[in-house]
């Protein structure tokens, strides 16, 4: 296989509407790197509206986020943060956690960057 550059253009991407026992209220989701593009590296950009958000759940692998609108709350362990363009949150493999948006603030979206793997409830 032939690996190359590829640019993604608004309005040429699929929206998902993830669903399932991980996901709670309006999600929309842009595969912009899916496992077929990147060796190692899935990236997507995720909306969540007004207190849409994840149920506490874990991956295989580990899972970066990059906020780039609105408000949002993150939780781990216990934890609870609230986040906003510019943060990143960092989440091991194996750590059980929560991301979606704030009651507060209509919204949230951010970049998700991951490796292949899999994504369970806890």
């Known amino acids: 296989m032939t690996r190359r550059m ?7 991407i699929p929206v998902m509407h993830p669903t399932g026992p991980v996901f709670s209220g309006e999600i929309e989701a842009f595969r912009l790197v899916s496992g077929q593009e990147g060796q190692w ?3 997507s950009l995720v909306t969540f509206a007004n ?3 994840t149920t506490p759940h874990i991956h295989t692998m580990d ?3 990059l906020i780039v609108s609105g408000e949002g709350l993150v939780t781990s362990d216990g934890a609870e943060y609230v986040v906003q ?3 990143a ?3 091991p493999a194996g750590v059980a956690h929560t991301h979606g948006a704030s009651p507060r603030s ?3 979206s951010h970049f998700v960057v991951m490796g292949e793997g899999d994504t369970e409830a806890v």
């Open 63 to 65: 899972q970066l986020l």
């Open 41 to 43: 590296t899935r990236v």
């Open 106 to 108: 209509g919204h949230m």
């Open 6 to 12: 590829t640019v993604h253009r608004p309005g040429e």
């Open 89 to 91: 949150v960092f989440t």
């Open 51 to 53: 207190n849409a958000t």
């Open 85 to 87: 363009p510019g943060d």
